[in-house]
């Protein structure tokens, strides 16, 4: 499983004690130096000019720094780009100079975190077969040493580790790690149990890293379809976005519509049980079963066709998100008098005042990402709010007080005594 290890040690320690002391090398990026940030100011053969009197213009006394100054500025001026520029431009240029100069080199390489080519070693096979017993001997440990503040924790694991394998272990059982690393380390890779750990563990935060690398160097975006067994041998799937997280960019909201079609390519692709009998079905079948998975609306429907908001504890954090979106969609589309209508999530935190009433949320609350992006136990909060309001207020659970139209400007809610009268003119024009 290749994974982001310098950020969490893996199957190290209950309590992130632990630490990958032998992962494979990370990939590193050579970059020219001012390429931080400042590629829209100076070009590539400008940089290079910069750095080549970087070290003069840095050793020079303060009242010879003008003088190095002005040949730097004598050098870039015979380039095409600065031959018309006027006295204000240079004064402009000359303090982008100044201030590029300013900035110390880095000190060392850019982290790439994306891994290519990771290996188990006998260590991470030991981390991952002999966990509790592990735990126990670092726990001893951590009781003798705690008079020393200054241990890091992540050296007394590595210390209980090693002790680990000098006194516990025999030679055939080492023999015998080295050879599971080898079987690992090969085209069928680790146990399920250990894959359905490192899917947990690692999945999200390499995925994370993956798609914000892929935007750092490629100015890619990615959304990105799961799915793995977890250690009980349940399928699981999900679609991750982090595209809001990633670059000032915003989030695919209809990723959800995309579901069935992914558990259809599941069903055919890794022949599971459950999603085989969905693939069997009838063709009416699947186009109910595809309502259902596409329409979150139908997840806070109750048996009389009115929104109503079931039992939440229990649920998944995918099944959570999908309750708060489909309960405000259902409120929105009665609001717009649209049955097709999908709320606008992006700008939802922006006239979230104006459009909702603040009797309506939970005290201080507020939708300053999409919902699919809350805490769990904020979106669990968020739905037992207003599984309580349909007690205390059940004619007043929620409603939007105002909508947006297709030009983005707040509208009121339509009327839906006249609807009808409305919707016949339209069609008349």
Known sequence: ????????????????????????????????????????????????????????????????????????????????????????????????????LRKPLRTRKPRVTVRSGYKYSVCAV??????????????????????????????????ALTAFMQDDLTEEQLQAARDIADKWNGAEGPTPDVQARNAVRYGPQYIHNFAEEMWRYRGMRMVFMTRWKDEKGVVQACCMDYNSQIGGGTAFDDIYTLNPSWREYLGKSFEDADLAEEEEMTTKGKQTLRTKKCDPVKLVTNEQGEIWIGEVKGCSHDQLHQMIRGFLTAHYRKASGRPSASVPFKKLGQYQQDMIAACHLPPNFTFTVDPSHLHSATAAELLNFWRERQVTHPHDIFDFQKRLDQSGNLQPPVDHNTLPLVIARSRKK
């Open 1 to 100: 499983m290749e994974s982001n290890c310098e950020n969490d040690p893996g199957f190290a320690t209950d309590n992130d004690d632990g630490g990958m002391g032998d992962m494979g090398d990370e990939t590193e990026v050579e970059l020219v130096p001012g390429f931080d940030g400042d590629e829209d100011t100076f070009e590539v053969v400008e940089l290079e000019i910069l750095a080549r009197w970087r070290r003069e213009w840095t050793q020079a006394r303060k009242k010879e720094k003008p003088a190095v100054l002005g040949e730097i500025c004598r050098e870039l001026g015979k380039l095409d780009r600065y031959r018309d520029l006027g006295p204000v431009e240079w004064h402009q240029k000359r303090e982008e100079i100044t201030t590029w």
């Open 126 to 159: 030991i981390r991952e077969l002999y966990h509790d017993q592990i735990q126990q001997k670092h726990a001893l440990m951590k009781q003798e040493d705690g008079s020393k503040a200054n241990m890091k924790r992540i050296d007394l694991y590595q210390r």
